[in-house]
Every structure is written in C-alpha cells, then in structure tokens.
C-alpha cells in the first residue's frame, strides 16, 4: 500500500503527520510521500526527516479581493500540479491533516477517484478542513466538539497520531542537561507553540522575576528571540526551541498556548498545564481546546486579557502544594489521552 499525506504551515499540523509517517514505517513498512507548501517550515522540515516531499503554492483565502483573487488562481494551478503529483506516485489512500495547501490535494485526488481520509486536530473545524471533508471518504477528529463540523456519517473521533508519540515518548537526560536549569526548586516549562508569542513574553516579564519559588525555562520561538530577551532574570532562562517531548518530564508544569497538537501531549504524557489560549487564531479554536480539557479535568486555563501574577501564581501553587489534586488531574489527562491514536488510524487507513 502506498500513503500519501499532505500537511502544512505550522508545527501543530505537521508534527501529526510525520508522526503518523513514523508509526507506519516502523510497523507497516508502506511508503509515506508527502505535499506541503513550497516556502514553509514543511518544505524543509520533512526531507529533513527522510520522507519525499513535493511542494506546492497556496494561499489561505484573506484578506482584499486581489488576495482572494490571487488565492483561488493559486489554488486552481496547484490542483493540477497536485494531479501531475498524484498521477506519477499512484497513492492508495491520501491523508490530509489541514491547512489551506489540503484542499486543492484532496479535490486533485477525488477527481482522480483516489480515497481520502482528513485529519482534523482542533475543537472547532479550520476553513480548508470544513470545504475538503465533502472529498472526502473519512473525517478523523481529536475533540466531540468537532463533530459537527462535518458529515456526521464521515466523523470517527481517534485522537492526533502525537498523542500515540507522546505516551511512549523517552525522556532525554542530555538535553535536559545541556540546558543548565537549577533543579533544586519546582521547574515550569513555557512554550508557545510553533510560532512563539511577543504578547504573552511582554506580559510575563513583568510576572516571572516576583515568582522567585520556581525557575522557569521560557521557550520564545525562532521568530521572538529578541523579544523574549527582556524575559530574561535570576529564575527565568529563554531558548528558542526545545524538543519539547524530549524534557517535558522534567518539569512540573507547563504554562502554553492551546494549540492541539500540543494540547494531545499533554493529556497523553499527563503533563500539568496552565493554557493562555490564542486570541489570534481562527474562530477562537484554542479557547475551545482549553475549555474541552478545563471541562475534563486536567488543566487549568486563563485568558490571555486576564493573565497576571495572582492568577498564575494560584495555579502554580495549586500544581506544587497540593500534591494530590495535581495527581487526579494527572489521571484525568491521561484518561483523555488517545494513546492509540496511531494503531487506531492505520486500522482505518487499512479498512478503507
Ligand atoms: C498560531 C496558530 O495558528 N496556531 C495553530 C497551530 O499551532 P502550533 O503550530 O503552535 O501547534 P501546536 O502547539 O498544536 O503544536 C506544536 C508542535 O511543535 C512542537 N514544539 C513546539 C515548540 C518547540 O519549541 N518545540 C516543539 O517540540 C510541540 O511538541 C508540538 O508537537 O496548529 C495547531 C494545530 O492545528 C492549532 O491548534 C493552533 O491554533
């Protein structure tokens, strides 16, 4: 069997992907090629990771008419060039996991009569996923919420191939070493998704240095270096990336974003999390994300509008003095974990 998936833009839906590709090589063997964008992290992020890569040109439909415009006779060509792509690897089945490069992918593959299967990693459907699930034969989703944003027929709620890496993930000694933190008090992991955030990092400036009972180490994102450097004290460290699964044990809680390939993670390694939900993304998804784990259990949330010292300092405390509450959410984070996410979607790629 062949596979084919297409993935793009950001982390949170490329890290799914490519674990998912991994799961299937090592216990499969069926080759995984992939389609992304041309000019985005996945262009060189997956041949990076030994995988065959073809890119396209696409853009999200925003912003002014000529935009739009510009949007749709981009999306028109990559069809084509999709078809061209599609006809030459000959997939059996394509999995497409979001972002607007899915979309002229998954109507190239229905013209050509191929078998398509969506992933859908957020609460609430994104705008490429919603037009695409009418192409396709399947819509795997990682929240109940999201059911209704497609066929109902179609839905079937396994969870993001992530999860199945974090359950299993190894912890790294030497690069948590190489990151010279003093453990001898209570260490908390910020991180803000792929993409890092200058409005949370200006904010926590302020906060951090009055929280002196925990070091912090603060993870700024590629792009936020040079904001993130005013961050920098006696407890706080700032680095621009981390393999976050690598060291997330070490900590014993993580403040971030609500990302949801972020959001599988920890519930599937039952990390304690305080969410600071995006404000930026589309239809408030990371608020929805957030609010599915507050509603089970197993993290804590605070509007980015709302963030300040009492608030953090409050569930910080909670997670370090009140031992056995943190570990019943811990239980409850696991318990809605998806750990099988991977074994789950390859049966489904097989039944298909
Ligand atoms: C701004 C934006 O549009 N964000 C979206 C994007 O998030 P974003 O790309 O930030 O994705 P997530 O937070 O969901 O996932 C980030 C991934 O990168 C890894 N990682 C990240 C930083 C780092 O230093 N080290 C590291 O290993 C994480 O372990 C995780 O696997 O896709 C998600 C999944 O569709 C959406 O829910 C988010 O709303």
Known sequence: MKILMVTGGTGGHIYPALALADYIKEHKGYPVTFIGNEDRME?????????????????????????KGKAVFQSLRAINKAKAILKKENPDVIIAFGGYVSLPVCIAAKKLKKKVILHEQNSIAGKANKMASRYADCVIICYENARKDFPNNKVLLLGNPRATLASKHAFNQASFDALGLDSSKPLGL?????????????????????????????????????SAQELVADNVKVVDYVDQLAIIDAFDFVICRAGAT???????????????????????????????????????????????????QNYIETYICKPDLAKKMKEAAIAHGFQDACQNIVEVIEKI
């Open 43 to 67: 262009a060189t992020l997956i041949p990076e990771k030994g995988y065959a890569f073809y890119g396209l040109k696409t853009s999200g439909l925003a912003g002014s008419i000529v935009k």
């Open 190 to 226: 910020i991180v803000m998704g792929s993409l890092g955030s200058s409005s949370v990092a200006h904010k926590l400036k302020e906060i951090l240095p009055n929280i002196q009972d925990v070091n912090f180490l603060y993870v700024a994102g590629k792009n936020n270096m040079d």
């Open 262 to 312: 972020t959001a599988a993670e920890l519930a599937a390694s039952g990390t304690l999390s305080i969410l600071i939900p995006s404000p930026f993304v589309a239809n408030n998804h990371q608020y929805y994300n957030a609010k599915a784990m507050v509603d089970d259990g197993y993290a804590f949330m605070i509007e980015e509008k709302d963030v300040d010292e009492k608030h953090l």
